[in-house]
């Protein structure tokens, strides 16, 4: 078993470039034979998203993809074992894992809508894939939060417990025969559809991170007040 972890907690563990770029060499770096990786975060935490003092255009939507996918590609299964807040960028990263476990106290939301920007299309088809359109829907649309006992009712955590007992599980899967569980993996990926490339979804995408609104709601995040959006 391989675990890895988050570690800023000074920042919630908000993801920076040098956090993304970390995680994906510590995902595709893994060496062999691991059987099993465990995501979770440092003091407390699992991710609170962005880290929107170097958040500036949709670059880092870009290299956070990566990321996104070396977790979903990884020949190994992923469990995300999440505490504390799973946010924005947390959220992503948990769904991209294979697996989640949710303390009770835990949180998940993508509060995209809050602040003028947008996820990628495949998060989005991933979120709906693991929890149905209607809590994408409220996640992504109201920017809903869950905690970790509506995550677990509504099928986006597969199990609520602590980290440790995230380890324990993840001992017994890595007991399990390797190229099953790997097979299996590839075949549950093969399900989902790949996306075409769509020219209004990539227009609706750019737009929302060149607007004035993502400057605004950022500049409201650090001022600590509401933001007033107006649509441009």
């Known amino acids: 078993m391989r675990v890895v972890t988050i570690d800023r907690p000074e920042r919630r563990n908000a993801l920076d470039h040098a956090t993304l770029d970390a995680l994906r060499e510590a995902v595709e770096g893994a060496p062999p034979p691991t059987r099993v990786l465990v995501l979770r975060g440092a003091g407390g935490h699992f991710c609170a998203g962005a880290d929107l003092t ?3 255009d949709e670059g880092f939507a870009v290299v956070l993809r990566g990321v996104l996918e070396a977790l979903r590609d ?3 299964p992923t469990i995300a074992a999440v505490e504390g807040a799973a946010l924005g ?3 992503q990263l948990a769904v ?7 303390e009770p106290g835990s949180r998940f ?13 495949w998060t989005v088809q991933r979120l709906a894939s693991i929890a149905g359109q209607g809590v994408a829907r409220t996640m992504l649309l109201a920017a809903d939060v869950l905690d970790g ?4 009712r509504l099928g986006l955590a597969q199990r609520l417990c602590t980290v440790d007992d995230a380890l324990a599980w993840a001992d017994g899967i890595a007991a399990k025969a390797p190229f099953s569980i790997a097979g299996h993996k590839l075949m549950l990926n093969r399900l989902e559809p790949d996306l075409p490339a769509d020219g209004e979804v ?4 750019s737009a929302a991170w060149r607007s004035r609104d993502l400057q605004e709601g950022l500049a409201a995040f650090r001022e600590r007040r509401d933001p007033t959006f107006e649509g441009r």
């Open 54 to 56: 170097g958040v500036e």
């Open 74 to 76: 990884a020949p190994f």
């Open 89 to 91: 960028a947390g959220t």
């Open 96 to 102: 991209a894992c294979d697996l989640r476990t949710a």
């Open 109 to 121: 939301g993508i509060p995209a809508a809050k602040l003028g920007l947008m996820v990628d299309h």
């Open 149 to 152: 006992e509506d995550a677990h």
């Open 202 to 205: 990539a227009e609706a995408f």
